[in-house]
């Protein structure tokens, strides 16, 4: 059985550049959440898909963000004017059910093994 | 300050050791426990998920979580070397189930 999957997996872009990070979910998980994690550090919450809808993009830190999921599967997340504080790794993760935090057996959340973004 | 903090090691055991890893909150409305491990390169995976205080256990890895000292802990028994990883604590509400907040994840070497 296929996980999630995320592309590509490392990315240079220089600064301004834009870019799109591709994920595919675990086939017929609602739940698609986009997490940013700088080295060394924790994965930060990004933002929160319910099928195609978005439902928190409060963890985006900039304008320069957009995330979307049109037909509820697949996601990308773009980002804009590349600047060097974005280099990160993004990591994707995916749900079986509406995520709610209290059901651990369809909310665990399975990530993909992230993109590296190396901005210059 | 974050919400969540975690020393961030590195740790270093001799196989067959007893590993202790904890976390500290500041946000007492967070009832959901959980721990991932994260090899290099790769995403975090779950190990252990806990509801409110109490303990879990699966195998060789036990969960701890005490509410009253915002306090949480994972114990890994008999360790291997395949358990080197970065392990990751995280946590959440029920307001916002879905937005897991991850302590910076401490770094394991177990050595044979």
């Known amino acids: 059985g296929a996980g999630v999957s995320q592309s590509p997996r490392y990315k240079v872009a220089k600064r301004g550049q834009d870019v799109a990070l591709r994920c595919d979910p675990i086939s017929g998980h609602v739940s698609l959440f986009w997490y940013q994690q700088a080295l060394g550090q924790g994965p930060e919450f990004l933002t929160y898909f319910q099928n195609e809808a978005q439902l928190d993009k409060s963890g985006l830190p900039s304008d320069r963000f957009f995330a979307e999921r049109p037909e509820g599967s697949v996601s990308t997340l773009k980002i804009q004017r590349t600047q060097q504080e974005d280099s990160a790794v993004y990591l994707c993760?995916?749900?079986?059910?509406?995520?709610?935090?209290?059901?651990?057996?369809?909310?665990?959340?399975?990530f993909g093994p992230g993109t590296r973004l190396t901005v210059l | 300050q974050k919400e969540v903090e975690q020393d961030p090691g590195p740790l270093s055991v001799p196989e067959g050791a007893i590993v202790s890893l904890n976390c500290t909150y500041s946000?007492?409305?967070?009832?959901?426990f959980m721990w991932y491990r994260q090899y290099s390169r790769k995403g975090p995976e779950l190990l252990m998920y806990?509801?409110?205080?109490g303990n879990k256990e699966d195998g060789r890895f036990t969960a701890q979580v005490d509410k009253s000292s915002k306090y949480i802990s994972l114990f890994i028994r008999d360790s291997q070397p395949s358990d080197s990883a970065t392990y990751l604590c995280a946590m959440t509400n029920s307001n916002s189930g879905y937005a897991l907040n991850f302590g910076k994840g401490t770094s394991l070497l177990v050595t044979p």
């Open positions: 993760a995916s749900s079986l059910a509406i995520a709610s935090g209290r059901a651990p057996d369809t909310d665990t959340q399975y």
């Open positions: 946000n007492s409305a967070f009832q959901y």
């Open positions: 806990t509801y409110s205080s």
